[in-house]
């Protein structure tokens, strides 16, 4: 067919489909065929309308994970790195930094599969059959401890699950709770006695590079802090190397005067501490129990810990893949040495 | 950027701050005279000699080159890949409220997809008489409107719940930006697809999702999507940027950045909320017991001071200064804003450019004259429902440190006497 043959041919088909069999007001568009509709809703309720036919289990769930899902989420769903991590964090919920996952927090099973089914895996969204997402969910349900691995989920079995944060949800209360306290004429003079700096973002130092006064401000401190522990022999060029490595531990953990407990543990006065000592902190078991066999984080001990984290001591919560060179585990074991309590 | 060292902007600055150096107290009072005759005056310059460039020697205009520094910028550590991410709108170098497309801050679930007007298509289906579908150029046949609304994601200032973190308004509440939309209410929309929006709405809800991998799908209620929720695809007077959402977004005026659809395929009318990822994993707000607050989509009033501020700060030295900041509400119009320099114990009411608009950000300045003693500058906004934004120790007594999305708190910025600002908490 020729160019000009073929484009009024779909002119054709246009204006025949333009015209809707029911017109609106404004007579636009056209009727939405059942196979559209079909293809794009897949939308799943809480009461699980849209759920489709299928089953799997956490066995055959485990396979399919360990290919598709795993790079990321880690090979138990404990997530890697920044990664969501989907399984664990029972009981945190009201913790600094719960953990969220889905059996923690999700109030609603079937968002798993409305979600997993339509956007997952990550990059390939859509590409997994519906007995495979049953399967997934299944596994992360076991990963959770909330099924058995011989549990078979299905749209028949699908609310035998109990969600152990469904009752945690509450609907937008701000207009009760908030917005009667923080409503009317506010103060204008004379609202405090004083006013004192109670914290400070540089001393954190996790503001991207693009700001010169911040780092400028912070190599100072950095060094203020370095020199006054110089009588404790501190190298202070190692430490500093070491601060630069601490770049790969600041999203989850604080260390100084006024660090706070986040992903991980405050790490302030770490070596040659305790294990599992920092208040406050919900520690893995296995660390738990390392700390109760009497583990101390000497130089050697954490360097060990440090290199290969989840061969050192395996179920450590900490998702961090490890430091390969040994010289960056010496100049952040230094770094940490800097920061007594 | 030119690295020539004739570059006459770049001598230019040299001189500028060399001059500083030198003497710092001859420019802070306006009436120096100067030592030296300026060559920028007395000597013939380059440009007031030759040519400039000739028209069409850039088809589409970017910021001038000397302007390299007014970017989005990106936190790497907050999460673990570019195409599920987000990154921050420049306001400490903006004025005005209308947000550039090119610098208003992206936020992806599976990134910026490239999506053809040609291959756009938008289904309205559900409890609809008619299921219908639209190509492009049929919404562009739909009566329209144009309003400017300001979009914050719900986690901006987020990473500063447990304290002070980032230092720059920027990265603190840059997840904003502001524009002018033209669109077709969803209203018509729906009607055209034979829904009967005078019948019994209670209950009723639209569940809308984007073309995107992520589909970010979102449940919302209908009486907000009867009242002023937009099907756009243009803003500032051009198409939508890819990254903002190109051909078609969803617009929901004063709410949760999270629920405009980007690339939005599908309005599925329906009998309740979906409950999909978006709203309840994420966008769900943890209270101190360990409980979370749903449906949270208002964002209450909040401002900023954007300079001075941290990747502001004062170089002028002391004497005349202009304090300017943002503010905003989803419930309303910005009705006031005060500034205290001292921490909050005093305040001054700060002058509004314009009168407050619903749901869009206003631009406030306090011109003073600084003696260069050290500020505590903070921004307190109010809108016309009377609501008075909180102070972050109030907030935190009503929610705890765990709730992530939402934190309008009052921000404080610790300006030296060398004028170089910092984020502080204070008591």
Known sequence: MSKFLKSAAVAVAITLIAAPAFAGKFGLGRAALPAEIAAWDGDISPDGTGLPVGSGDALIGEEIFADQCAACHGDFAEGIGNWPKLAGGADTLNYDDPLKTVGSYWPHLTTAFDYIKRSMPYGNAGSLSDDEVYAIVAYILYSNDLVEDDFVLSNETFFDVEMPNAGGFIIDDRAETEYALWTGEPCMVNCKDEVVVTMRALVLDVTPDQDEAAEEEVTESTEAKVEALAADVIDAELAAAGAKVFKKCKSCHQIGDSAKNRTGPILTGIVNGTAGAVDGFRYSKPLKAAADGGLVWTKAELGAFLAKPRAYLKGTKMSFSGLKKEADQLAIIEYLRSFEK | MSDNENDPVRSRRAFLSGAVAAGAGVLTTSAAAAQTADPLITEIQ?????????????????????????????????????????????????????????????????????????????????????????????LERFPRENHVYFCECAANTGMEWAGAQLNGAQFTHGMIHNMEYTGVPLRTLLEEAGFDTSGDLKDKWVYVEGADASSNGRSIPMEKALDDVLVTFKANGEALRKEHGYPVRLVVPGWEGNLWIKWIRRIEVMDGPVESREETSKYTDTLEDGTSRKWTWAMDAKSVVTSPSPQAPIKHGTGPLVITGLAWSGRGAISRVDVSKDGGKTWETARLAKPGEKMALTRFYLDTNWDGSEMMLQSRAMDDTGYVQPTKTQLREVRGLNSIYHNNCIQTWLVRSNGEAENVEVS
Not at chain 2, 70 to 77: K, Q, Y
Not at chain 2, 86 to 91: G, H, Q
Not at chain 2, 123 to 133: A, C, Q, S
Request: with cysteine; charged share 25%; aromatic share 10%.
């Open chain 2, 46 to 138: 380059p440009w007031a000699q030759g040519f400039g460039d000739g028209v069409d020697a850039v088809r589409y205009g970017l910021p001038s080159e000397h302007e390299g520094d007014v970017i989005r910028r990106n936190v790497e550590w907050l999460t673990a890949d570019t195409v599920s991410s987000i990154n921050f709108t420049p306001i400490h170098a903006l004025d005005g409220t209308i947000t550039p497309q090119g610098c208003a801050f992206e936020r992806h679930h599976s990134g910026a997809i490239d999506l053809k007007k040609d291959d756009y298509r938008l289904m309205i289906h559900g409890l609809v008489d008619n299921p219908l579908v639209f190509s492009y150029a049929d």
